[in-house]
């Protein structure tokens, strides 16, 4: 079950992620929400250690 949470992202990191969104979004014909991208990020980054 998914939970709604606040955070608060710098503005540099936020441009990262909205520019993977973008790749993501052209590369795919399915739509693509910036908490998927995310969510999607830590999956792989919780994955590692």
């Known amino acids: 079950m ?3 949470i ?3 992202l ?3 990191l ?3 992620l ?3 969104q973008s790749k993501l979004i052209q590369n795919s014909s399915a739509s693509v ?3 998927g991208v ?3 990020l830590l999956k792989e ?3 590692t250690k």
């Open 6 to 8: 606040t955070i608060v």
């Open 33 to 35: 929400s910036f908490s």
């Open 2 to 4: 998914s939970k709604r």
């Open 14 to 16: 936020i441009k990262k």
């Open 38 to 40: 995310v969510n999607d």
């Open 18 to 20: 909205r520019a993977r």
């Open 45 to 47: 980054c919780m994955k």
């Open 10 to 12: 710098q503005d540099d």
